[in-house]
C-alpha cells in the first residue's frame, strides 16, 4: 500500500515528464511501424508473387529481428548518430519482419479460385490487389501489426539509451537509482500502452472480413495522428547537454546542477555506452560521465571544474579486511605505496591504454610500476595467499594487477585475483563474506551506495574529500569491520564533459562558467 | 462463335494440352469431358485468357483473342470457376455487380438486373442479396455464381465444373434449373466436367479428352454409338445401357411405333427417350403407353422399347 501511494505521489510528481515520456513514447512506436507498413506492405505483397525473392526478403529482415535491440542500436550510432532518427530507423527495422512475414502469409493464403474468379471477370492485377486479396489477407496482416506494435512499444523503452526520448529515461534511470517508484513510473505507461495499442489493433481486426476495406483507410490515418505525437526534442540553446539515465535523477547529479547551479539547458537522456562518441561527433555539447575514464582522452574531452561541489569526491583506496591486515601487518604499507603516485589524468591515461588501445592490464600495470621504480621480480611466495576482487571495468583491473606486483615483488605471499565481480555489492559482499580479501573501493560510493548516508549527513559532509574519507573509514571499521587503507590519489567521480576545442573557445572551464554562458550568452553569436 | 484452332499448352516442359482443335457454334452448348488430369481446365482458361496458349490460335466472334486487351475481353465473356470463386467479403449483391461495376453501370441498372436475375434463379432478392457466401448452402453459391457469369449479358460463358462440389441429388436438381434457364438458351456455352451424365444431359456437343488431346468430338448419340476407338467405347462403359436408352429419343424410333386412337393416362412427347417410358411402364406396371406428336398418336410398349434399342445400335 505504501509502495503504491509514493508510486502515485512519483507519478504526479513528475507527471510533466511523463506526459511527455509517454507521448515520445507513442510517437517513436508509431512513427516506426508506420513507416515499417509502407515500406512492409509493398515488400510483402511483392515476394508474394516472386516467390524466388520471397525466402531472400524473409532472411533477411528474420536476420534483422534477431539482433539483440541493444546491437542493433549500437550499429545505427556510427551510421545515423544518436536520437530519434536511429532510434526510429532501429525500431523500423524490427517491425519489419512481422509486417512483411505476414502480409506475405495472408496474400499467399487467399483462395486462388476467388482471386482467379476475379481475375476470369476482367479485374486489372491491381483491382484483383485492392478489392480482393488485401482484404482478406487484412486479418493477417493486421495480426503482424499487432505483433509489431508489442514488440515496438517495448524496444521504444531502449530508445532513452541513444537520447531519443520515451519511457525508458524512467525505466533505466530507475534502474540505475535503485528506484522501484521510477521504474514502475516508465514502465507501467509502456506496459499499458502496448496493451492498449494491441487492443485497438484487435478492435480492428475484428470488424470482420466485411468491412476490412474500410481498416485499410483507418489503420494508416490513426498511426498518423498518433505519430504526431512525438516531437522530436529541438535543441533550442546552443548548447545540448546529454545525460545518462542514472545522472538523469540524481541528487549529486542533475537534479543538483539545476538547483546549486542553476543550469539549464536543453538536455536528452543517453547511454554511457554511446555518450562520450556522441560528444565527439558534435552531437551533444555537455555530457555527465566518470572523470577518469579512457574515452576522455579518446575523444579530446575535458572535465569541468565542479566549482561548488555537488558531486561527492570518489577518491580510489584499497578496501581490505581487518583480520587480514592482522596476519599480515606488512601488507599495509605495500598496498599504500601507489599513494601519490597516480593523479585523474593518469589514471585515465592508463584506462584509455586498455579500453582504446586494447593492451592488456597486465602490460599497462606492469610497464606503469616499472617506469616509477616500483617493480620488483616475484619473491618466493611461500608465507600465504592473499585474494584479490575487482569489479568489472579496466581502472579496476589494473589496480588490481599493480597490487598483485607489488605484493608478491615485496612480501613472501602470493597473490590470486578474482577479477570482474561484476558491480558494488557483489565485490562488498565476497569481502565481507571472507571470499575475498581486498578490493579497491572508491570514498563516494561506499559514502551512498554501501552507507547510504542519508542528505543531511551528505550536507554535513559538503562533498570535502577529507571529510568523506574519514567518515566512511571510521563507519567501516565500526560496521563491518573493514578498513580503508590510505588513498591512491586520483578521483574518479561524476563531472561534466565538454569538447575541449569548444570548452577552450567558450572559455569555459568550470560549471559556473557553463551556467553563466548558458544564460547570458546568447548575444555572443 | 468460338474457333479454336491447333492450340497447345506447355507447363515448364510439360504438354498439357497438344495440339487440339475445336469449334463452338452460337448458341451451342459443347462440353470438354474427360478424367481428371486431362487438361480440360487448362483448354477452357485459354479462350478468356487466363492461361496463355503456347501456340495455336482462337477467335471469339471472328476476331483473335491475342489482339484484345485481355481484362478487357474477359468482361465480354462469362465465367464460373471451379469452386465458384465467390468473393468472401462481398454480400450476394456486390458479388453479382462485379462485373457492371467494371463495366461502369449506374447503380439502379446493376439493381434491376440483379432482383431480376435472382428471381429466375429462385433467390427471392429481398431474403439474400445483403447475406454473405458463407451463410449460403452449396446450391445457393453455385447459383449465385452463375448469376455474377450472366449478370451483364455476355455472349459468351465459359464454366469449369460448375456443379463438381454440389452432393448429387442437389447437383441434379440445379443442373436441371440452369438447363432451362431461359438467359442461357441464347448463349454460347464452353462446359467442363468429367460427368458423364452431365455432359450428356447438358453438351449439344462433346468434346471427349484424355492426355490433352480431343479424342472424339460430337453429340452424345455419336461418341455412345459410334466410339472413335476403344478408349471412348470403355469411358462411357460403366453405364452405358441407361445412358444409351437415354440418348434414343422416342422420335428416333417413331416409324417403327404401331399408331392409336386416343391418349392413355401417361402420354409422352418425341422429345422424351426410351429411358422414361421404361421408367413409367416399370413403375406403374403398365403393358403400354402413348407419344403424342401433334395430331398423331403411337402407342409403346415393352417390346418397342427392345426394337428401338436394338436397331439403333445396329445402325450405328
Ligand atoms: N499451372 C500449372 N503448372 C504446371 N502444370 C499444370 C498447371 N496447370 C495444370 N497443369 C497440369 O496440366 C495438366 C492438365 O491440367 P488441367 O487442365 O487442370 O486438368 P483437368 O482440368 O482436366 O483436371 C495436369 O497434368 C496438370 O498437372
Ligand atoms: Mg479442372
Known amino acids: 500500500m505504501q509502495e503504491q501511494q509514493s508510486l502515485w505521489v512519483f507519478m504526479a510528481q513528475q507527471s510533466g515528464k511523463l506526459w511527455e515520456q509517454t507521448m515520445a513514447h507513442i510517437g517513436l512506436t508509431c512513427i516506426s511501424l508506420l ?89 486489372t492485377a491491381r483491382q484483383v490487389l485492392v478489392s480482393v486479396e488485401l482484404p482478406l489477407a487484412m486479418p493477417v496482416i493486421l495480426a503482424g501489426i499487432r505483433t509489431a506494435t508489442v514488440i515496438n512499444v517495448g524496444v521504444a523503452t531502449l530508445a532513452a539509451y541513444i537520447a531519443a526520448g520515451g519511457l525508458g529515461e524512467f525505466i533505466f534511470g530507475g534502474i540505475a537509482l535503485n528506484n522501484t517508484q521510477m521504474i514502475l513510473a516508465g514502465a507501467i505507461p509502456s506496459a499499458l500502452l502496448a496493451i492498449l495499442l494491441d487492443f485497438l489493433l484487435s478492435l480492428l481486426q475484428k470488424t470482420g472480413l466485411k468491412r476490412m476495406r474500410k481498416v485499410s483507410v483507418i489503420l494508416p490515418v490513426l498511426l498518423l495522428a498518433l505519430s504526431s505525437f512525438y516531437l522530436i526534442p529541438i535543441s533550442g540553446g546552443k548548447l545540448l547537454g546529454g545525460f545518462t539515465p542514472e545522472f538523469m535523477g540524481r541528487e549529486d547529479g542533475y537534479l543538483g546542477l539545476k538547483s546549486k547551479y542553476k543550469l539549464d539547458i536543453p538536455t536528452v537522456v543517453i547511454s554511457d555506452a554511446v555518450m562520450y562518441k556522441a560528444a565527439f561527433e558534435k552531437k551533444l555539447d555537455v555530457i555527465s560521465g566518470y572523470s577518469t575514464d579512457g574515452r576522455l582522452k579518446a575523444f ?113 605471499l602470493k597473490v590470486v585475483t578474482k577479477t570482474g565481480l561484476g558491480g558494488t555489492k557483489i565485490c562488498f559482499d565476497a569481502l565481507a563474506n571472507n571470499e575475498i580479501d581486498m578490493y579497491p573501493e572508491y570514498t563516494g560510493t561506499g559514502l551512498l551506495a554501501i552507507l547510504k548516508a542519508d542528505n543531511k549527513k551528505l550536507a554535513e559532509l559538503g562533498g570535502n574529500r577529507e571529510k568523506v574519507y574519514e567518515y566512511v573509514k571510521t563507519e567501516f571499521a565500526k560496521q563491518y569491520n573493514l578498513q580503508w587503507l590510505k588513498p591512491i590519489g586520483f578521483n574518479n567521480a561524476y ?3 565538454m569538447r575541449r576545442t569548444q570548452a577552450q573557445s567558450l572559455n569555459i572551464q568550470t560549471i559556473t562558467d557553463l551556467k553563466n554562458y548558458a544564460t547570458n550568452g546568447n548575444h555572443r553569436h | ?164 462440389a454440389l452432393d448429387p441429388v442437389t447437383r441434379a436438381g440445379v443442373r436441371k434449373e440452369f438447363a432451362q434457364l431461359p438467359e442461357l438458351k441464347k448463349k454460347t456455352v464452353v462446359l467442363v466436367t468429367h460427368d458423364v451424365q452431365e455432359a450428356l444431359e447438358l453438351g449439344d456437343r462433346i468434346c471427349l479428352m484424355d492426355k490433352g488431346e480431343i479424342v472424339q468430338q460430337g453429340s452424345a448419340k455419336d461418341l455412345l454409338f ?53 421408367e413409367i411402364l416399370s413403375m406403374n406396371e403398365l403393358d403400354e403407353l402413348t407419344v403424342q406428336n401433334g395430331d398423331e398418336i403411337k402407342t409403346i410398349n415393352i417390346a418397342a422399347i427392345h426394337q428401338g434399342y436394338g436397331r439403333t445400335r445396329q445402325n450405328s
Open chain 1, 35 to 123: 513507416i515499417a507498413v509502407v515500406i512492409g506492405l509493398p515488400l510483402g505483397i511483392w515476394i508474394a508473387r516472386q516467390s524466388k525473392a520471397a525466402w531472400l526478403v524473409l532472411g533477411i529482415a528474420g536476420v534483422l529481428q534477431t539482433i539483440p535491440s541493444i546491437a542493433l542500436l549500437g550499429f545505427m550510432i556510427p551510421l545515423l548518430g544518436i536520437g530519434a532518427l536511429p532510434a526510429i530507423t532501429a525500431l523500423f527495422l524490427y517491425a519489419l519482419l512481422p509486417i512483411i512475414r505476414n502480409t506475405y502469409t495472408g496474400i499467399t493464403g487467399v483462395d486462388p479460385s476467388v482471386t482467379e474468379s476475379a481475375r476470369g471477370m476482367g479485374m
Open chain 1, 300 to 412: 579530446d574531452l575535458i572535465t569541468l571544474e565542479d566549482d561548488r561541489h555537488i558531486f561527492p569526491p570518489y577518491y580510489a583506496a584499497p578496501l581490505i579486511r581487518v583480520e587480514t591486515l592482522r596476519r599480515y601487518p606488512e601488507l599495509q604499507a605495500v598496498l599504500e605505496q601507489l599513494s601519490g603516485f597516480i593523479n585523474d589524468s593518469l589514471m585515465t591515461d592508463l584506462n584509455y591504454r586498455v579500453d582504446y588501445l586494447k593492451q592488456t592490464p597486465e602490460k599497462v600495470a606492469h610497464e606503469f610500476l616499472i617506469r616509477k621504480g616500483l617493480y620488483k621480480s616475484p619473491l618466493n611466495g611461500n608465507a600465504g595467499t592473499i585474494r584479490l576482487g575487482s569489479k568489472i571495468f579496466a581502472e579496476q583491473y589494473i589496480l588490481i594487477q599493480m597490487y598483485k606486483e607489488l605484493i608478491e615483488g615485496n612480501t613472501d
Open chain 1, 495 to 497: 563531472a561534466l564533459m
Open chain 2, 1 to 164: 462463335m468460338i474457333v479454336a484452332d491447333q492450340i497447345s499448352k506447355h507447363f515448364n516442359g510439360v504438354q498439357a494440352v497438344k495440339n487440339i482443335s475445336f469449334e463452338v457454334k452460337e448458341g451451342e452448348t459443347m462440353v470438354l469431358l474427360g478424367t481428371s488430369g486431362c487438361g480440360k481446365t487448362t483448354t477452357l482458361k485459354m479462350l478468356n485468357r487466363l492461361i496463355e496458349a503456347t501456340s495455336g490460335s482462337i477467335y471469339i466472334n471472328g476476331k483473335s483473342i491475342f489482339e484484345e486487351n485481355p481484362e478487357l475481353l474477359r468482361r465480354t465473356i462469362g465465367y464460373v470457376s471451379q469452386n465458384n470463386g465467390l468473393f468472401p467479403h462481398f454480400t450476394v449483391a456486390e458479388n453479382i455487380a462485379v462485373v457492371p461495376k467494371l463495366l461502369g453501370w449506374s447503380a439502379q441498372n446493376v439493381a434491376d438486373q440483379t432482383e431480376k436475375l435472382l428471381n429466375r434463379l429462385k433467390l427471392p432478392p429481398s431474403e439474400f442479396l445483403k447475406k454473405y457466401p458463407d451463410e449460403l448452402s452449396g446450391g445457393q453459391k453455385q447459383r449465385v455464381a452463375v448469376a455474377r457469369a450472366l449478370i451483364a449479358d455476355p455472349p459468351v460463358l465459359l464454366m469449369d465444373e460448375p456443379f463438381g
Open chain 2, 226 to 278: 459410334n466410339p472413335a476407338n476403344d478408349f471412348v467405347r470403355s469411358f462411357f462403359d460403366e453405364q452405358r445401357f441407361f445412358l444409351e436408352l437415354k440418348n434414343i429419343l422416342l422420335r428416333d424410333v417413331w416409324n417403327a411405333l404401331p399408331n392409336s386412337k386416343t391418349t392413355s393416362k401417361y402420354n409422352l412427347a418425341p422429345e422424351n427417350n426410351l429411358l422414361d417410358a421404361l
